[in-house]
């Protein structure tokens, strides 16, 4: 690494959103809730007969992990950049030379590394304990479960960053924040049920499968690319996994379930940047 | 077909003519017939919006928030070096157009050029100039003074051993090591001066840098915004205590509701205004004959009397005169003060409705 590279604009605004995270200890509390949360679902969900393997924790844990990786991804970022023009600092920091571009990127790559350090420390850490009291241990289906639980972290601090550069105070980001979350967790999947309601017949659907155009609206939602790219390569989420009580469409893969996060991030960080560029400070 | 407003030389009427370019166009002055011509410039691209030798360079600025015009095609340029004050009234657009200098707010229309560098198309270069001291000073308020300074320091690329020694010579040594969200709004204004001045910018940008400080704060603002005048910078500095820019400020710039209504030196201003010094002079008993006698001099355009108390407006050369006819006359003086115009009267003038 060298010494340009360490002072470009962007690492500086990230180390700074990094820096603030450990300061007021919330890396440390994520991390310690993440690989909390696990711990108990591996060892209690199984009801009393002890530590479950790697495959059966992660499935244990996808209902849960869905709502809070997202809620916990939106509220990391969505105060910002909202909230730093709120208080006049971001007048102040947009007066020195650096661009508008690079405070968001800075922004986005500070917020994200939080999360993703907090996933993977919190998730590796229970990895381990789990991995030293069972037999068997599958390490690639875990690391695919971190690396996409990162992806959806990833996408929802996109999402927050969005709603900070949309809005001209706090409170309505933080608004919207929560209604992105309730979107993609509740009201996705109670349209969803209205689309198949309304156009095909729901009893023979779920007996001989749904058309693909509407397994193809619904990963659109992250959270179901999320889920879907976990069943794809863990065994015990596809064969345990309620919604996906139906087998998987033969257009479904796990590059297509990662380009659609990918391309969640990289669309929200756009909208996110037309908006915070044509913004008076 | 070009447009150009045009101030009225003896009455200061505005008016708006049209014309092509290289046209020399006759102007009758609507308010009091005055006559004169003017000639627009052959090449519009040789328009002062290309004067390289301008510090800060503002053509045509236009703002509009919603359906409120902040500032209307707001034209000025700072020239290298000089300390440039900026006046006008609550709301008359000081703040819109600095921050639209800083590239921190699109403006509708305008050009806004730093050291000949267009703000919005080399970002980085022209802001790489500027030190900034905004008009709501804010900072990291769970970051301590020194940690505040130093993140900024790195952003600015300038080497960090420059923090210390610049919160000692803010006055803020005992509080290196305190949460900014601890401060006063005095401690707050000297911590974003050190900001403002972190690096040796060659334009420093002060939107009311003496809010909020006691009078030997103020007093030493000044003297710090005097030095870096001789350092070699150039300072554009608004502020709503005319003292201050009275002595201070090479050139002073007057905005109101969002026009600009004057641009030039104070005492030019003054006179432009045919502001004239006024003798006041206490004396122990009024007569009718020092009245005629200072009535008839010379110069001398008003006179009022309340009791014993004598006001008299003259240019300057005619001060010594009316004393001396005063006292010729028999009066006895008793006390005396002459008013010469002050900035605040030129600023009243030019910002009345
Ligand atoms: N963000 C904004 N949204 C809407 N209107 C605004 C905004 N900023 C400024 N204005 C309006 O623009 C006008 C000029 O405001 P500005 O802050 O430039 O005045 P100013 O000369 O700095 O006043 P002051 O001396 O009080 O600081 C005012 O009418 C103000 O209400
Ligand atoms: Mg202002």
Redesign the pocket.
């Known amino acids: 690494m060298n010494i340009s590279f360490l002072h470009h604009p962007i690492v500086l605004i990230a180390k700074k959103e990094i820096m603030d995270n450990i300061r007021n200890k919330w890396i440390l509390l994520m991390t310690g809730i993440f690989a909390a949360l696990t711990l108990l679902i591996s060892y209690f969900g199984s009801l009393g007969q002890g530590w479950q393997d790697l495959g059966l924790t992660i499935a244990g844990m996808m209902a849960l992990v869905q709502y809070l990786i997202p809620i916990i991804g939106l509220m990391l970022g969505y105060a910002a950049i909202v909230g730093e023009i709120e208080r006049g600092s971001m007048s102040a920091l947009l007066s020195f030379p650096l661009k508008r571009i690079e405070v968001l990127i800075g922004k986005f790559l500070g917020l994200g590394g939080v999360l993703s350090f907090s996933l993977l420390v919190g998730f590796g850490i229970a990895g381990i304990v789990i991995s030293a009291n069972v037999s068997e241990v599958d390490i690639g289906q875990y690391l695919i479960f971190l690396l996409a639980s990162v992806l959806l972290g990833l996408v929802f601090v996109a999402l927050s960053l969005l709603a900070s550069s949309f809005f001209h105070n706090r409170s309505t980001a933080m608004g919207l924040a929560i209604f992105l979350w309730f979107f993609f967790t509740m009201i996705w999947g109670i349209i969803m049920l209205g689309v198949a309601m309304l156009s095909m017949d729901v009893e023979t659907a779920f007996t001989s499968g749904f058309p693909d155009w509407y397994y193809a609206i619904n990963i659109i939602n992250p959270i179901s690319a999320y889920g879907t790219l976990v069943s794809l390569n863990v065994g015990p989420v596809s064969s345990s996994f309620t919604e996906q009580a139906f087998s998987n469409p033969a257009f479904y893969s796990s590059e297509l379930m990662a380009t659609i996060l990918f391309l969640w991030i990289a669309i929200s960080l756009i909208i996110a940047y037309i908006f915070f560029k044509k913004r008076?400070i | 077909m070009l447009e150009k407003k045009i101030r009225c030389p003896s009455c200061d009427f505005v008016q708006t003519v049209n014309g092509e370019p290289g046209q020399t166009v006759k102007i009758t002055c609507p308010s009091c017939n005055n006559v004169g011509a003017f000639q627009f410039p052959k090449d519009p691209s040789l328009h002062p919006s290309d004067d390289t030798s301008s510090a800060i360079s503002v053509v045509e600025l236009t703002k509009t928030?919603?359906s409120?015009s902040?500032?209307d095609s707001a034209t000025f340029h700072i020239k290298k070096g000089e300390i440039f004050g900026f006046l006008?009234?609550?709301?008359?657009?000081?703040?819109?157009?600095?921050k639209a200098i800083l590239g921190l707010l699109y403006p509708d229309k305008g050009e806004i050029r730093i050291n000949g560098t267009n703000i919005f198309t080399d970002e980085k270069k022209a802001k790489s100039q500027i030190g900034y001291l905004p008009?709501k000073v804010a900072f990291y308020d769970n970051l301590t003074a020194l940690q505040n300074l130093m993140f900024y320091a790195e952003i600015k690329q300038v080497s960090k051993q420059c923090c210390q020694p610049l919160l000692n010579e803010f006055g803020l040594a005992d509080a290196v090591d305190k949460k900014v969200g601890a401060f006063s709004k005095g401690m707050l204004q000297r911590l974003g001066m050190a900001r403002a001045v972190m690096g040796d910018p060659s334009i420093l940008i002060l939107?009311?840098p003496s809010s909020g400080l006691d009078p030997r704060g103020v007093v030493f603002m000044r003297e710090k915004i005097k030095h870096m005048q001789q350092r070699g910078a150039t300072v554009l500095v608004?502020s709503?205590i005319l003292g201050e820019i009275q002595e201070m400020c090479d050139r002073v710039c007057i905005?109101n509701k969002?026009k600009i209504v004057a641009v030039d030196r104070i005492d030019n201003l003054g006179t432009r205004l045919h502001l004239r010094p006024k003798i006041v002079i206490l004396l122990e008993k009024m007569t009718e004959k020092i009245l005629k006698a200072v009535e008839k001099l010379k110069d001398v355009d008003h006179v009022e009397t309340t009791g014993t108390l004598l006001e008299v407006n003259c240019l300057a050369s005619a001060k010594a005169n009316v004393i001396l006819s005063v006292v010729k006359a028999g009066g006895n003086i008793m006390n005396l003060q002459i008013r010469e115009p002050s900035l605040e009267d030129v600023f009243m003038r030019f910002t009345e409705d």
């Open positions: 008076d | 928030f919603e409120v902040a500032v006008g009234p609550n709301g008359a657009g000081k703040t819109t157009t600095i008009e939107d009311e608004s709503h905005i969002g």
